[in-house]
């Protein structure tokens, strides 16, 4: 199932407001536009015919046209409404945006990095603190509150079927509140051009209901399962003795580092590289080996080691549940 | 004809101006494995400025001119964590500073270069196996450009990072040479 990104499909009440006011700006706008065409064919249809022969209209210089006044005082006065309508309803819809209740919400902090997203749900017991990357769950019905950094150059955080855009700005932190009010699994994009794999910047958003939602976070808290057969063992060692624990944090472990997407579960995400390739353990391989040939200019070098080599860290890899 | 090759000219000299911006992103000299490696620090100490250095086996050439390879570089200058010890644009802290022009194990690159992948006595750890040995030519580049060696039309204009001129920057007249004090009578 391919996750829906779509304005016009809301699933949360945010998203439901911004269509609201999208349906009435299209409908008001497709009346005016009509409206005009119609005056248009009517000033056509009967306008004097004149023929080559005929001497040029001169009436209107010596005397002003009657009706003039009246229709262009009309049209001003229903232009200003339709305006004032349209500037009326777009107020209404920031005032809904910005009071949806935020009573007993999520938390979570949203980093864009070229090209990832990292997630950390916050809580108010730091152990019970996690991260992720690309993926986010949030529990239907609940408000979700998300604070929006970023460490290299503006990103925009945007699930269409949830809420408009916010960019992640450095330096700042902008949040954006939404609520998903039916389940559901939806695509988040970056809207801000961040740079050679802007396109390559999506994420998945993951609406289900609380039971569930704690379930999973209850397993995101998890540190990363020993290895037990062999071949994932090596593939442990080779991870925290090489270049992978450089940039990498598998909780549990000895790699710490925040400088590239948390692998803690990486086998449980639906896909890699931000969106962009689905998470199988053959596309895993292919993109250790080579990240440049799936995603141009991902911050990830290439590693040209033996094939056994590879095969031993997705195995570790594919463990990481 | 003349104005036909003078024309081929202009876009000749064009194009190879393109090499300051070009991307190398796919190279064949990453790691070519990821078994631990033994780390051996050499019987240098300090202060030869690169004497005794042995020659180093690398597939790669290191390109002076290319700007992307140095701001690489100065990004993974903060990721790495050299910053940690050389201080954040270099100025030095618990390791030596970067920005002045004395350089304990040589400036040249693959003198650089040798310093990051074997490390040096008194606390540079050997970064061999640890980072791809394209990012540690990025490093080479970048930490060079911080005392003024990097070709003047490939170091930046301006840097990413916030609150004035950072050495690396071209607006900066290179290092001076250093001088010994003259010892207080």
Same mark, same amino acid.
């Given at each position: 199932?391919?996750?829906?990104?779509?304005?016009? @499909?809301?699933? /949360?009440?945010?998203?439901?407001?911004?269509?609201?006011?999208?349906?009435?700006?299209?409908?008001?706008?497709?009346?005016?536009?009509?409206?005009?065409?119609?005056?248009?064919?009517? $000033?056509?249809?009967?306008?004097?015919?004149?023929?080559?022969?005929?001497?040029?209209?001169? $009436?209107?210089?010596?005397?002003?046209?009657? =009706?003039?006044?009246?229709?262009?005082?009309?049209?001003?006065?229903? &232009?200003?409404?339709?305006?004032?309508?349209?500037? /009326?309803?777009?107020?209404?819809?920031?005032?809904?945006?910005?009071? !949806?209740?935020?009573?007993?919400?999520?938390?979570?902090? +949203?980093?864009?990095?070229?090209?990832?997203?990292? !997630?950390?749900?916050?809580?108010?017991?730091?152990?019970?603190?996690?991260?992720?990357?690309?993926?986010?769950?949030?529990?239907?019905?609940?408000?979700?509150?998300?604070?929006?950094?970023?460490?290299?150059?503006? @990103? &925009?955080?945007?699930?269409?079927?949830?809420?408009?855009?916010?960019?992640?700005?450095?330096? =700042?932190?902008?949040?954006?509140?939404?609520?998903?009010?039916?389940?559901?699994?939806?695509?988040?994009?970056?809207?801000?051009?961040?740079?050679?794999?802007?396109?390559?910047?999506?994420?998945?958003? +993951?609406?289900?209901?609380?039971?569930?939602?704690?379930?999973?976070?209850? $397993?995101?808290?998890? *540190?990363?399962?020993?290895?037990?057969?062999?071949?994932?063992?090596?593939?442990?060692?080779?991870?925290?003795?090489?270049?992978?624990?450089?940039?990498?944090?598998?909780?549990?472990?000895?790699?710490?580092?925040?400088?590239?997407?948390?692998?803690?579960?990486?086998?449980?995400?639906?896909?890699?590289?931000?969106?962009?390739?689905?998470?199988?353990?053959?596309?895993?391989?292919?993109?250790?080996?080579?990240?440049?040939?799936?995603?141009?200019?991902?911050?990830? %070098?290439? @590693? @040209?080691?033996?094939?056994?080599?590879?095969?031993?860290?997705?195995?570790?890899?594919?463990?990481?549940? | 004809?003349?104005?036909?090759?003078?024309?081929?000219?202009?876009?000749?000299?064009?194009?190879?101006?393109?090499?300051?911006?070009?991307?190398?992103? &796919?190279?064949?000299?990453?790691?070519?494995?990821?078994?631990?490696?033994?780390?051996?620090?050499?019987?240098?100490?300090?202060?030869?400025?690169?004497?005794?250095?042995?020659?180093?086996?690398?597939?790669?050439?290191?390109?002076?001119?290319?700007?992307?390879?140095?701001?690489?570089?100065?990004?993974?200058?903060?990721?790495?964590?050299?910053?940690?010890?050389?201080?954040?644009?270099?100025?030095?802290? !618990?390791?030596?500073?970067?920005?002045?022009?004395?350089?304990?194990?040589?400036?040249? *690159?693959?003198?650089?270069?040798?310093?990051?992948?074997?490390?040096? %006595?008194?606390?540079?750890?050997?970064?061999?196996?640890?980072?791809?040995?394209?990012?540690?030519?990025?490093?080479?580049?970048?930490?060079?450009?911080?005392?003024?060696?990097?070709?003047?039309?490939?170091?930046?204009? =301006?840097?990413?990072?916030?609150?004035?001129?950072?050495?690396?920057?071209?607006?900066?007249?290179?290092?001076?040479?250093?001088?010994?004090?003259?010892?207080?009578?």
């Amino acid at each position: 199932m391919s996750p829906l990104h779509d304005a016009l @499909h809301p699933a /949360g009440i945010q998203a439901a407001h911004i269509a609201s006011l999208w349906w009435f700006t299209v409908v008001l706008c497709a009346v005016v536009f009509v409206a005009i065409l119609a005056a248009l064919f009517y $000033a056509l249809r009967h306008a004097p015919r004149a023929d080559a022969g005929s001497l040029p209209d001169m $009436a209107s210089m010596d005397r002003p046209e009657a =009706r003039t006044e009246r229709v262009v005082v009309t049209g001003v006065v229903l &232009s200003a409404i339709g305006l004032l309508a349209l500037l /009326g309803a777009s107020v209404a819809t920031d005032r809904a945006l910005a009071t !949806m209740p935020l009573e007993n919400a999520v938390h979570i902090e +949203v980093v864009g990095n070229q090209w990832w997203w990292a !997630m950390n749900y916050d809580d108010p017991d730091p152990s019970r603190i996690f991260s992720t990357a690309n993926e986010m769950h949030i529990p239907v019905g609940r408000p979700v509150i998300v604070s929006l950094k970023a460490n290299d150059v503006i @990103h &925009s955080f945007w699930v269409p079927n949830l809420h408009g855009k916010k960019d992640l700005i450095p330096g =700042r932190v902008n949040t954006i509140q939404l609520r998903a009010d039916k389940a559901g699994v939806y695509r988040g994009q970056c809207a801000e051009f961040c740079g050679l794999q802007h396109a390559f910047m999506a994420f998945t958003v +993951v609406a289900e209901d609380d039971a569930k939602f704690q379930q999973w976070a209850d $397993a995101q808290r998890k *540190p990363a399962p020993e290895p037990t057969d062999a071949k994932a063992k090596l593939g442990h060692d080779l991870f925290m003795s090489g270049t992978c624990m450089m940039c990498h944090q598998i909780q549990g472990t000895t790699a710490n580092a925040r400088k590239a997407p948390d692998l803690t579960h990486i086998a449980s995400r639906p896909t890699l590289a931000a969106g962009t390739l689905p998470n199988d353990p053959q596309v895993l391989a292919a993109w250790i080996r080579d990240p440049q040939k799936l995603k141009p200019g991902a911050q990830m %070098p290439a @590693h @040209h080691v033996p094939d056994d080599e590879i095969d031993a860290l997705v195995a570790y890899l594919e463990t990481l549940k | 004809m003349s104005r036909a090759i003078i024309a081929l000219g202009a876009v000749a000299l064009l194009l190879a101006a393109c090499d300051r911006e070009e991307r190398k992103l &796919s190279h064949e000299s990453t790691p070519a494995s990821l078994t631990p490696q033994t780390r051996q620090v050499g019987e240098l100490q300090p202060g030869a400025q690169g004497a005794g250095l042995t020659e180093i086996k690398t597939t790669r050439s290191f390109d002076p001119s290319n700007a992307w390879e140095m701001s690489q570089g100065e990004r993974l200058f903060g990721w790495y964590n050299c910053a940690g010890c050389h201080g954040r644009n270099g100025g030095g802290g !618990m390791g030596p500073a970067l920005m002045d022009d004395r350089w304990l194990y040589g400036d040249k *690159p693959d003198q650089v270069f040798q310093t990051i992948m074997e490390g040096r %006595p008194n606390g540079m750890p050997s970064f061999k196996g640890r980072i791809p040995e394209d990012q540690v030519w990025q490093l080479v580049a970048y930490v060079r450009s911080m005392s003024g060696l990097a070709a003047t039309n490939a170091a930046p204009s =301006r840097t990413d990072s916030t609150g004035g001129l950072a050495p690396s920057q071209n607006q900066l007249p290179s290092a001076q040479p250093y001088t010994k004090p003259e010892p207080k009578p």
